[in-house]
T-cell receptor, first 116, second 116 residues
Framework: QKEVEQDPGPLSVPEGAIVSLNCTYS??????FMWYRQYSRKGPELLMY????GNKEDGRFTAQVDKSSKYISLFIRDSQPSDSATYLC????????????????FGTGTLLAVQP | NAGVMQNPRHLVRRRGQEARLRCSPM?????VYWYRQLPEEGLKFMVY????????ESGMPKERFSAEFPKEGPSILRIQQVVRGDSAAYFC??????????????FGPGTRLTVL
């Protein structure tokens, strides 16, 4: 079982739709949760960063973390063709977990296509 | 306001040659991370370095791979005697601080290594 599971898609939606992207994880020691966006043949770009459980909103993007279910989500409202990219969830451990460092554990990414 | 710089952007090597990948972190960042992205896979952590120190190399293959981050100059990821399976995109990230989950990582554009 992978530490972080993410549906690879592809996910195709019409412009203006609400998009829901999800990841599940197996290790309860994860405390920091991130979403990165990666355009084709580019480096990942940080979108959202959350600590522990709860919601965080930034413009059209909302990140949710449910630690009890080991489940995180990214919602994109009013999706635009420019949102077409691969979305990667990433996690890191809490301080003191087995000598944890700041390394990120990534999901495999979900390819999103927003059709105009 | 330069971000993380990586060069070369594309590198072609024949089996058995050496590959050297360079990474200059963002200004003010002293922590560097290397990740590898294989086709159809997510990013996999390789190594985490501070100036002149390797902090975490738990993701580095045991043979042929090495990394350094000297006091002066960029971080270098070195792959000796490359094989076709080393073909991948190699991404460098940097952060201002280290420690578990305390600081976000910003990624460079990547070096795409092709082994013939």
């Amino acid at each position: 079982q992978k530490e972080v599971e993410q549906d690879p898609g592809p996910l195709s939606v019409p412009e203006g739709a609400i998009v829901s992207l999800n990841c599940t994880y197996s290790n309860s020691a994860f405390q920091y949760f991130m979403w990165y966006r990666q355009y084709s043949r580019k480096g990942p770009e940080l979108l959202m960063y959350t600590y522990s459980s709860g919601n965080k909103e930034d413009g059209r993007f909302t990140a949710q973390v449910d630690k009890s279910s080991k489940y995180i989500s990214l919602f994109i409202r009013d999706s635009q063709p420019s949102d077409s990219a691969t979305y990667l969830c990433a996690m890191s451990f809490s301080a003191g977990y087995g000598g944890a460092t700041n390394k990120l554990i990534f999901g495999t990414g979900t390819l999103l296509a927003v059709q105009p | 306001n330069a971000g993380v710089m990586q060069n070369p952007r594309h590198l072609v090597r024949r089996r058995g040659q050496e590959a050297r990948l360079r990474c200059s972190p963002m200004k003010g960042h002293s922590h560097v991370y290397w990740y590898r992205q294989l086709p159809e896979e997510g990013l996999k952590f390789m190594v985490y370095l501070q100036k002149e120190n390797i902090i975490d190399e738990s993701g580095m293959p045991k043979e042929r791979f090495s990394a350094e981050f000297p006091k002066e100059g960029p971080s270098i990821l070195r792959i000796q005697q490359v094989v076709r399976g080393d073909s991948a995109a190699y991404f460098c990230a940097s952060s201002r601080q280290g420690g578990s989950g305390t600081d976000t990582q910003y990624f460079g554009p990547g070096t795409r290594l092709t082994v013939l």
